[in-house]
């Protein structure tokens, strides 16, 4: 016997060991798939340590045989005490002592973690917190998966957590896998070698017998084998790889943070048109901005206007239908843009607002200073318009720097033979009905695209009148509104600056079917073009017309006058054949303001219906989680519950009807053994029912040990009813074992092990330790066994 001990040391030693490296190897297979949610490796230490604390716990109960109670406290301890180095270092003292606000944080964070993740813009920031969910998944995922490993014998149950924590990563993350090709091999290729290698080495499944052969046959016959099972998961792999690149995915992966962060929504934000007049009088000697790196001739845009409703252009998604095809910043954000590369440095001064100043096919947005990761974190770009919105708002002493690129010049020579584009734009309202008329009649003669264009900007730009309107100007009204552009068309002169001509021609182009849209931003006039620095002031505002043509893209055209072209008293007659004079009073004020009367109560529904929808999938999705993170707590529990339940099946349902009044004893002593028996292994049915009388207080367990002995050796087999009347008063035992319990010894008996894992290898294991310790310290071991039962000090004496 003393020659068997190191085989049954060493054996389970050996599986301890794969055990441990495969769970840690699927473990961190499913949770690197937060790579691309941080945005990088920020999140690993936490993942690190989360799992490493989960093998220890698992080992060191394991070893001890500690229930399933023992095991959720560990858990939970270690997700205190080491939470706050691991997960939130920011709150803690020199990195790892925890303080008040990190205990709080790490009790809150267990509910709120998630919510705060997914309704964060990704790539999420470590120093924010959101280190609770790698760190609390790898805890608890390493614990049970580890803790089902090295306690069933059978290890597709460690599986299931491992597996779920996979599915789990991926609803948490973004749309862009990590690695999917590589995740998907190492865990598939992982999960298949651990089953290969626990069944290999499974004593009962052995198909060698060492002492029927030479051992180092027996060796070289586990290596082959070994190295077919190695070659068939190369071979495996290899499939899979060339499979995944021919049959890749064409559509994205929907993931929890799709429904549950709320849409950005460009209608939270007043048109900057609006307040065109007021950026002329308050801040043309303010600097605004200053950018380095502007070409010639280029200028910056701010934001592009492609909705009109009589009242204001509004900034939209450049869309007929949707209201935010806006998105969180990233790069290559215009991956098929053709012209020259690039960076522009801007620095902000005086500027104070959401829209954020770039020019060109923006590609990528970094910001740098103080501020970095929450403008990074709220800023949203438009590639349809190269609109970029930062929700946190511009201020003095933001810098970013914009790589992008600047469309090619073209004159009209190269734009003769191009049609117009053919884009989707939203719809206009209230348009002022003459301008359909007077818009055709300006193209009639044009003969081409570019030469309507071309028609309808020299009609503004040559037969207009430039003023502000500012003191010592001649009068000319703020505004935009389809009665302000009636007035400037309509009237004797047009009278106006950018923000009236670049809205009538688009209001005019429109008419005709030409794609147009009104952009309003900053460029140096004549004499400032070439400098390595522009200075942007209120001074170099202005607003202007692009034009969409097929292949090329929105180019831009002016239809305000020149600024110098202000009316006097040689131009100020009327344009056309005086009529008398009618003195008319001045229109209503009240009257633009109800052109869209339903407008504000229509954007008031679609909101509350985002915001009602909105609560709800956050509601879902925090539930689903929270469930989700239970059903992992719990699956010890459900797999320990469902193996009884299998044994007990199958000893119920035996072919022999002596084969299940023997079962029907097994089960006895298993529940038996459940509730603290100590059962010695090989022991007749007399034996146990002695032992069980004894220790739990059952004598009847004596008169159904002799009935179990006399119906399963007996010269007949027992009839059913025998059976069912057998397996009753089992049940009648068991059931009274419950009610005379407490409720934590009940529990206890249900989630253990000992009735599982009894005669195993690991319970002898076990066995041999306490042996090799008792015998260090002097004692027999029959004595620190005797120890261990409910009746100790009697067996102990008389052992003495």
Not at 236 to 258: K, L, M, N
Not at 455 to 466: Q, R
Not at 513 to 521: E, F, H, K, T
Not at 720 to 745: P, Y
């Amino acid at each position: 016997m003393t020659a068997l001990a190191p085989e049954q040391t060493t054996v389970p030693l050996r599986r301890w060991v794969l055990d441990l490296v495969a769970t840690t190897v699927l473990v961190g297979v499913g949770l690197i798939g937060f790579w691309p949610t941080f945005a990088g490796p920020s999140f690993l230490p936490a993942v690190v340590g989360g799992v490493l604390l989960g093998l220890v716990i698992a080992a060191v109960t394991t070893w001890r045989r500690w229930g399933i109670l023992i095991i959720a406290g560990l858990t939970v301890a270690a997700y205190f005490v080491f939470g706050g180095a691991l997960a939130l270092p920011q709150t803690t003292i020199l990195g790892f002592v925890p303080t008040l606000e990190t205990l709080e944080k790490l009790a809150v964070g267990t509910v709120t973690a998630w919510k705060q993740m997914l309704t964060t813009v990704a790539p999420v920031a470590a120093a924010d917190g959101h280190l609770l969910v790698p760190f609390l998944l790898a805890l608890v995922a390493t614990t049970v998966t580890a803790s089902l490993a090295l306690r069933l014998p059978v290890v597709a149950w460690a599986l299931i957590p491992a597996g779920l924590l996979l599915v789990m990563v991926i609803a948490l993350g973004t749309p862009e896998p990590a690695f999917p090709l590589v995740q998907g091999l190492l865990f598939a290729v992982g999960a298949i070698a651990w089953l290969a290698l626990r069944q290999l080495w499974a004593p009962q499944n052995s198909a060698i017998s060492v002492g029927q052969i030479d051992p180092s046959r027996a060796a070289q016959m586990r290596l082959r084998r070994l190295i077919a099972g190695a070659a068939v998961l190369a071979i495996a792999g290899g499939v899979g790889v060339a499979s995944s690149a021919i049959a890749a995915p064409t559509q994205t992966r929907h993931v929890f943070r799709d429904v549950i962060i709320p849409p950005f929504n460009i209608r939270d934000y007043p048109s900057p048109l609006q307040a065109f007049r007021k950026n002329v009088r308050d801040q043309t000697e303010k600097t605004l901005f200053t950018v380095q790196g502007l070409p010639e001739g280029a200028r910056i845009r701010i934001a592009v206007m492609d909705q009109y409703d009589g009242m204001v252009y509004n900034v939209t998604d450049g869309g007929p239908d949707s209201s935010s095809a806006f998105t969180p910043l990233r790069s290559n954000m215009s991956p098929d843009a053709e012209g020259i590369p690039v960076a522009l440095r801007v620095e902000i001064n005086e500027y104070n607002g959401v829209w954020l100043p770039d020019a060109g096919a923006v590609n990528n947005i970094s910001f740098t200073g103080d501020r970095a990761e929450e403008l990074r974190r709220g800023t949203y770009y438009n590639p349809a318009t190269g609109t970029a919105v930062a929700t946190p708002k511009l201020t003095d002493g933001d810098t970013y720097t914009v790589d992008t690129v600047m469309p090619n010049e073209l004159d009209d020579d190269q734009l003769a033979d191009v049609d117009f584009g053919k884009v989707a734009q939203p719809k206009q309202s209230n348009v002022p009905e003459e301008l359909t008329s007077l818009a055709a009649e300006t193209v009639a003669d044009a003969e081409s695209p570019i030469e309507q264009v071309r028609a309808l900007e020299t009609m503004l730009a040559v037969g207009g009148f430039f003023s502000h309107g500012l003191e010592g100007e001649v009068l000319s009204r703020a505004g935009h509104t389809s009665e302000r552009v009636t007035t400037l068309l309509g009237g004797d002169q047009m009278i106006g600056d950018d923000e009236q001509y670049a809205v009538a021609m688009t209001l005019l182009a429109r008419e005709v079917g030409i794609p147009a849209r009104v952009v309003m931003g900053y460029y140096p006039d004549e004499e400032d073009k070439g400098e390595a620095t522009f200075t942007a002031t209120g001074d170099d505002v202005h607003a202007w017309v692009e034009v969409n043509f097929d292949g090329l893209g929105w180019l831009p055209f002016n239809p305000t006058p020149p600024e110098d072209q202000v009316p006097n008293d040689q131009n100020t007659k009327p344009r056309v054949d005086p009529k008398p004079q009618v003195l008319q009073p001045p229109p209503p004020p009240q009257e633009p303001v109800d052109l869209p009367p339903t407008l504000p109560d229509d954007r008031k529904s679609e909101d509350e219906t985002l915001n009602l929808f909105g609560i709800l999938g956050l509601i879902l999705a925090i539930g689903g989680i929270s469930l989700a993170v239970l059903a992992i707590l719990a699956s010890p529990f459900i797999v320990i519950g469902a193996w009884k339940a299998a044994r007990r099946r199958a000893r119920r349902t035996a072919a022999r009807t002596a084969d299940r009044i023997s079962g029907g004893w097994d089960e006895l002593t298993d529940r038996a053994v459940d509730y603290g028996a100590r059962l010695t292994p090989g022991g007749t049915r007399v034996e146990e029912a002695a032992v069980v009388a004894t220790s739990l207080a059952v004598p009847q367990a004596t008169a159904l040990a002799e009935r179990a002995d006399a119906e399963v050796f007996g010269p007949t087999e027992p009839s059913d009813g025998e059976v069912d009347a057998f397996w009753g008063e089992v049940d009648a035992i068991v059931g009274g074992l419950g009610k005379e319990a407490g409720f934590w010894k009940r529990w206890k008996a249900r989630v253990s092990l000992r009735s599982l894992l009894s005669g195993t290898a690991v319970s002898h294991g076990f066995q041999n330790l306490k042996d090799a310790a008792a015998a260090r310290v002097g004692r027999e071991p029959g004595t620190i066994k005797s120890k261990n039962t409910t009746t100790a000090p009697t067996v102990e004496s008389e052992t003495s």
